[in-house]
Every structure is written in C-alpha cells, then in structure tokens.
C-alpha cells in the first residue's frame, strides 16, 4: 500500500447517510417451501408499501429536522436547498459543520418513524366497514426482527427534496436483500436474523452494503463472499467482506478499548521522489501496563506480537483472542521451544519466539530478515516497501534488549533515503492519540534510531492466501 498517513475520505463532496431502525415481520410457517416463500413476500411487500407511504417520516437525528415523501421538510429548508445546508440544523457535542469542513466526512444520522395519526394514518386502513373472516385452524406464526442498516452517500449539492425518495429507496433495496437472505438461510422453523454489515474495501471510494444472517458462520459464507469479489472485481487473495472487515463508523467504536491504527493523522515525511508504503488494514496498539498488567521493561516483544493478532484480528484471518503473557509463554513451551520455569516469569522474547507463536496459535507463517547491527538497517528499504505493498502486515523487529512494530517505511529508490513508521510498545501512558503521537511514541524515526552496535531480526508475518 502507498499512501500518507492520513484518513481518506468517503465519497469526497458527499455526505453519509445512516439509518437504523428495527421493524417487525410476523409470517405464517408452513412445511411447503414455496407457499413459505410466498409468505415471506408478502409480508416484505406489506413493510415496503408501508414504508412507501405517508405515514413514513425520516428524522434527521439532533435536529428538528423531518423528511417526508412528496412533503417538504418540516422546516422552513426550500426544496432547492442543498443537504449541505443540512448541517446547521444539527444540535451535536462534535463540530460536525467543521469536520466536514476539515474534509474528515461526517454522518448523518436517520431514524424512521411512522405516524399513528392524521388523515394519512387514517388512510392507510380499511375505507369501509370491515369484514371479519374466522377460520379455526391450528398453525404457526414466527416473528423476525429486522434490524435495518441503510447507509446512502449523497452529493452535498443534492437538494433536500429528493432525500427522502432516496431513503425510502435504500430501505426497500435493504428490506429485498434481507427477504433473500431469510428465505435462503433457514432450517425448518429456525430462521436466522438477516443483519446488514457496511465495508469499504482498500481502493474502494464507496460503501458497499451485504447482508449476512446471523448464526451463519463466514467459513459457510464463503462462496457468498467469492462472488462479491468476482462481480466487484476485487483480488481474491484476502478477506474484504468477513464480517471483521465491517466499516466501524464513529459513533460504534468502542470509546473504553485499545486504540486503533494511531499512524493516522501523522503528517507524511520525505521530499517528492520518496513513496510511503503503509500497513495495510486495522490494527490495535499494545503496549506496556496494559490489561492491568505490569510488563514494565520486558514486555515489549510480548506486546509487539499482540498488534501483530490484532491486525490479522481485524483483518478477518481469525478469531483467536489477543493473547496473553502467558498464553505466549505457554505456547513456547507447547511447541518445545522453552521449559515449564518459563510460564510465568519475566523473560524477554525475540523475533523468532514471535514467529512461532503466530505459526502455532494463528497458522501465520514469517520470514526472518537480519541485520548485523543498526546502520545496516538503511538499505533494506526496498525489502521493506515490497512487504508493506504486497503483505501489508506489522512487522515486529528485535535487537538488543528492545522490541518495536514497524508500520511502514518512507522510501526513496533514487537516494536509498529511508524513513521507518515506528509504534512504540515501551508507552506506559493512558490511551491519549496526541500524546501518543506528539511525543513520538507512534511515528517516523530515522535510520540513526536503530543501536548500530545492535544485531536485528524482522519478523514479518506473511499474508495468508484466502477471502
């Protein structure tokens, strides 16, 4: 990957658009599939039509604001207002107007609600007196909770008036990927709940939305996800639609865990001849006096190998928890590499006891790249660029008595001039991304960082080749 360490945008000139709403579908079961089937339709059809209707309304979320179809707004917006001009209706802690503004994108965010009163609730039942027929049956109804997830990127000079013919369309198209999805994945009476999950693959300038049913697991979803990559045309060489891939937005991220890819915002180094190349991907930092655990001066390594799981974590390699000092002191003596005595002592680890830790908990195999000592660590520039732009994972690197994660390299092919991207497990602070990168505890050393009187091992994790 090449690049600067600066948070893309989506969609430049657009906003994002989120709804979130749950809807209720109750259809009658039978044993015939395709009289089931035909159920299902016409209950969808039924939550179609109702959202179709009047008696929808789209709230944008901290504000006044209310959208209706064949209505203008509920404010005094002219129907050739812009959905910039939507900005300043929101009443949030954030600044969103500046975000915008500062190019970092900003979400919107819709609820759906229905009205219960006024003459278009009124309409939308029986205009005449009602008759009742009773059949005395025995039969079976299943209730699913359909929890809608419609994301729409809109030109920032599109006008207000077609937004909600916009949503009521991005809830339609959700709500017939989802009857898909529940006819197709059910077993018996045993449906699953179809949830939508959001991904913007590497490259991708758009979110693409897929429907998954839960309780389906993504080694069944596989040739699902084949063919996403196939009809996007994306290589199949890596995961992009496990559901660890997902698009996080700002307000899911977990506010109370590790911090993820703290690289981001750092400003970019070298002159115009030299190409950055960047871990590809999500990872979280680790470091020193995490998870209430004192590794003070001999952990570093222990922590390097952490970020390294995270990032195939977030990748969607795996599952396998992040793993503890002594999960890993436990796997090196699983695999014979050291004695019982180890578990539970303060004994470093080097770049090797990191390689087979991967290799034995993740099925992650490494190369090893050496170097006699420090100074020659600035003519591996070319190894390097060529790990991150085809393998694109944290390597961990160990010499002397000190561990580091290396994220990326600035590199130029004409000078040999080189620039390391360096995350720093030996922080003992709290989980501040200023501090953080202010006092360089993630960011770009020179080649005159590394101990030259140092002998060096690389572990870099190589990629595996499956979606």
Excluded at 139 to 168: G, I, K, N, R
Excluded at 325 to 352: N, Y
Aim: include cysteine; charge should be negative; glycine fraction near 8%.
């Amino acid at each position: 990957m090449e690049g600067k360490c600066t948070q893309s945008g989506i969609l430049q000139n657009s906003l994002l658009f989120r709804l979130q709403a749950e809807c209720m579908l109750t259809f009658e079961y039978c044993t015939d599939i395709e009289l089931l089937h035909d159920n299902i339709a016409n209950e969808f059809e039924n939550l179609q039509d109702r959202v179709t209707s009047d008696v929808a309304v789209f709230q944008l979320k901290d504000s006044p604001v209310l959208l209706q179809k064949h209505k203008e707004t509920e404010l005094k917006i002219t129907t050739e207002g812009h959905c910039l001009d939507l900005l300043q209706y929101i009443d949030s802690e954030d600044d969103t107007r500046k975000r915008h503004q500062d190019g970092t994108g900003v979400v919107l965010n819709i609820d759906l609600l229905w009205k219960l009163t006024g003459q278009c609730a009124v309409a939308k039942g029986p205009d005449c007196a009602p008759i009742i027929h009773h059949e005395h049956r025995n039969f079976q109804l299943v209730t699913v909770y359909l929890p809608l997830d419609v994301v729409m990127a809109v030109p920032t000079s599109e006008p207000v008036s077609s937004l909600s013919a916009l949503m009521v369309n991005g809830v339609c198209k959700q709500l017939d990927d989802m009857r898909r999805c529940l006819c197709h994945y059910h077993e018996g009476d045993k449906f699953c709940t179809p949830r939508p999950y959001h991904f913007k693959p590497h490259g991708c300038d758009y979110i693409i939305t897929v429907v998954y049913p839960e309780g389906v697991t993504d080694k069944q979803l596989e040739s699902t996800r084949r063919r996403l990559h196939q009809v996007l045309i994306l290589a199949e060489d890596r995961p992009l639609f496990r559901r660890a891939n997902a698009f996080v937005f700002p307000e899911d991220k977990d506010s109370g865990g590790y911090l993820t890819n703290t690289h981001i915002g750092l400003p970019p180094q070298g002159g115009k001849e030299s190409k950055t190349f960047l871990v590809q991907g999500t990872y979280s930092y680790h470091h020193y006096m995490q998870d209430r655990f004192n590794d003070d001066k001999w952990g570093c390594a222990y922590r390097s190998l952490q970020t390294i799981v995270s990032w195939f974590r977030h990748q969607g390699y795996t599952d396998h928890p992040i793993p503890t000092h002594k999960d890993i002191q436990q796997a090196l003596v699983d695999i014979g590499d050291k004695e019982v005595t180890f578990i539970g002592s303060r004994q470093w680890i080097g770049s090797m006891e990191v390689s087979y830790c991967l290799d034995h908990m993740l099925g992650v195999t490494c190369k090893i790249l050496s170097v006699s000592s420090g100074e020659e660590l600035a003519s591996k520039g070319r190894e390097l660029a060529h790990h991150f732009q085809t393998q694109g994972t944290p390597i961990m690197i160990g010499g002397g008595v000190l561990a580091h994660t290396i994220l990326g390299v600035d590199f130029n092919d004409v000078t040999g001039d080189l620039k390391f991207l360096i995350l720093d497990p030996h922080y003992t602070g709290p989980e501040d991304l200023k501090t953080i990168q202010d006092k360089g505890w993630c960011g770009w050393k020179g080649p005159q960082f590394w101990d030259k009187n140092a002998h060096y091992n690389m572990c870099m994790p190589q990629r595996p080749v499956e979606i």
